[in-house]
């Protein structure tokens, strides 16, 4: 039989443990392909003495495809389980849905956002100042202590002032402040 026939007949699993330790050029393919350390088997008497786990692994059996692994002494055991915990109980202001800040920022948004379409008309009757105007229906917020005169009043929608830009955008911080801190 010639070499490349036996190679083949390794690869595919066919040879036997002692044709293999009987080639020395076989064993070193065997022992570099499938990890197996061949070497010639000493018969023991009987069947009395088992191999060894050791011995398993360096001598297998005619298939020398299957690899023998020791089995592993212990099984480590499943942890025991934990006690269950009570729930955390939440303290009364966090269980509330809408916080005072966020109250006072959706009122100051209906105020200013009301403002700003003159719904506070109705108190320029007691504007009695020289340049006061029935036209002029939207409260000046940076005037407001003067509503008895012009100072304390600014005409309606399509002229906004920075006093309603700033109004309407802290009421809308102070809503999304509340809605961040539950």
Known sequence: MDNDDRIKRLLDGQLDHEEIASDPVLSS???RIFGLTIEPITPTKGSAAEPSAEESVE???SNSMIEV???SPSIPQPMPSLPTLEPIPKDVEETKSISKLGIFGFLGLIVSVSNLFG???FL???CSGDLCTSEATR?????????TNEMGWSMPFPEIG???????GMSLLFIV???VRK
């Open 29 to 31: 393919l065997a022992e």
């Open 59 to 61: 001598a297998p059996t």
């Open 69 to 71: 692994i020791p089995a």
């Open 119 to 121: 719904a506070f008309g």
């Open 124 to 126: 320029n009757s007691q």
């Open 139 to 147: 409260l000046n917020w940076l005037g407001i202590h003067d509503i």
């Open 162 to 168: 920075i006093p309603d830009y700033v109004a309407i």
């Open 177 to 179: 402040i509340s809605i």
